[in-house]
């Protein structure tokens, strides 16, 4: 079983920057990729990006050059670094861990607001 918590979410003003944290805990070795998803007010959720369990990453090309997708040593946190954000980035953003035995887990969700 794995669970994962995200943290970082807040109010900014366009052009600033946050970054966003998943924290997974439990069987962390059955995490094949951790992914970073959004949504919007009346909108699909959207893929943001992804790091898989050798260190890749990959963002979508929405947000390519503001977004870096990272992780710490331990391999129990991924964070999301997002740079010169947009009105456009408000949403909740969500962290999912998928598995090895395919298995997708979802986190609880943080509220991103971007607004002068």
């Known amino acids: 079983q794995v669970r994962l918590v995200e943290s970082g979410g807040g109010s900014v003003q366009p052009g600033g920057s946050l970054r966003l944290s998943c924290a997974a805990s439990?069987?962390?070795?059955?995490?094949?990729?951790l992914n970073w998803y959004r949504q919007a007010p009346g909108k699909q959720r959207e893929f943001i990006g992804r790091i898989i369990s050798s260190g890749n990453t990959r963002v979508a090309n929405s947000v390519k050059g503001r977004f870096t997708i990272s992780r710490a040593n331990a391999g129990n946190t991924v964070y999301l670094q997002m740079d010169s954000l947009k009105t456009e980035d408000t949403a909740v953003y969500y962290c999912?861990?998928?598995?090895?035995?395919?298995?997708?887990?979802w986190g609880q969700g943080t509220q991103v607001t971007v607004s002068s």
């Open positions: 999912n861990a998928e598995g090895s035995i395919g298995y997708s887990v």
């Open positions: 439990g069987n962390l070795g059955s995490i094949i990729a």
